[in-house]
């Protein structure tokens, strides 16, 4: 329980530093090499009076020209999936990158209170690194939508609306619902989706020599399949109800009451009856009703819960900022 408390304490410092957004969102390029070369044609181009967009497009193309690695889904990176069936993590972030745009387009624009997005960013990412995949790179953005919803996007991209935060009670529940959605990536539960898909069917593996004609069509149309399972269908029952143990199990390693879980669950249930139904959580999840019921059924792996935070304060000064 120390390690907890010390990890809690470690996080709220972490929360009141100079950390910026940006520079966070920004870091996604992978190697150390194109990392590096990244963040120097970043700097001079914004010392030639470049945009902070104009100057990421300019730094991500100099980097990808020198490692000879394109973000192209159709005609980049080389193996989208290897020959054990993996999808590496360059592809599964190209296709989570595709899928958030359509994500922006469906459910809203980000929260224009860079202090609101770093807070959630940082929270996600104390629950991210005590989840079952720690090592790499978790993005968080806060959306405006009048719908109570959350998902998460291949590669750790991850969106949550402005009404199901504004519906929260404290910092716990926020965690909660975010090391939700981080246990969705973690598991790769969409990925398990895309390898039922028709296009990877007798294919050992992929290159972009085998992405052209009809091959390249049935890519397309695969992933036009995931954005249904994603924001429409949902996904397995059983990958939400994993979802919600493993969540409560990061969100308590963090140092977090996981009940916390169970109270938005709750509380979604008293919304439900007025609340839009389609394309929300009502609509994509299982009921309710068996989810609080299985939450229930763990907490006895957590004798000491009730010790752990909840933090309404630092919370609520956050959820102010809400439109």
Not at 56 to 76: F, H, I, V
Not at 247 to 267: E, K
Not at 269 to 297: N, Y
């Amino acid at each position: 329980m120390k390690s907890l408390r010390l990890l809690a304490l470690m996080i709220i410092c972490f929360l009141t530093t100079g950390f910026q957004l940006d520079d966070f969102l920004r870091d996604t390029l992978k190697g150390q090499d194109e990392k590096k070369t990244y963040q120097e044609e970043y700097k001079k181009a914004r010392e030639r009076g470049m945009s902070e967009k104009e100057a990421d497009r300019y730094a991500r193309e100099a980097a990808e020209k020198k490692t000879d690695k394109g973000k192209s889904l159709m005609e980049g990176v080389g193996t989208i999936l290897s020959s054990t069936g993996e999808i590496d993590y360059e592809s599964e972030m190209a296709i989570g990158e595709s899928l958030a745009l359509e994500g922006f387009k469906r459910y809203g624009v980000p929260v224009k209170d860079e202090s609101l997005q770093r807070y959630v960013n940082v929270l996600g990412n104390a629950v991210a690194r005590n989840s079952i995949r720690p090592e790499i790179l978790y993005r968080f953005v806060v959306i405006e939508s009048p719908l109570y919803n959350a998902f998460a996007c291949p590669g750790g991209i991850i969106f949550i609306s402005s009404t199901l935060v504004k519906s929260m009670s404290n910092e716990a529940q926020l965690a909660a619902v975010l090391a939700h959605e981080v246990s969705h990536a973690g598991h790769k539960h969409a990925l398990q989706s895309i390898r039922r898909a028709k296009f990877f069917e007798g294919v050992g593996k992929i290159t972009a020599a085998s992405m052209k004609g009809d091959k390249g069509k049935e890519f397309q149309g695969m992933i036009g399949d995931l954005q249904g399972v994603l924001f429409d269908r949902g996904l397995d029952k059983g990958m939400e109800f994993e979802a919600d143990l493993s969540g409560m199990d990061a969100a308590y390693r963090t140092g977090y009451v996981p009940r916390a879980m169970i109270a938005v669950l709750s509380m979604l249930q008293e919304k439900e009856t007025k609340a839009i139904r389609e394309g929300s959580w009502f609509s994509t999840h299982p009921p309710l009703k068996d989810r609080i019921e299985r939450c229930r059924s763990a907490m006895g792996k957590y004798p000491d819960a009730e010790s752990l935070a909840r933090e309404k304060t630092r919370f609520v000064s956050y959820r102010g900022k809400l439109p």
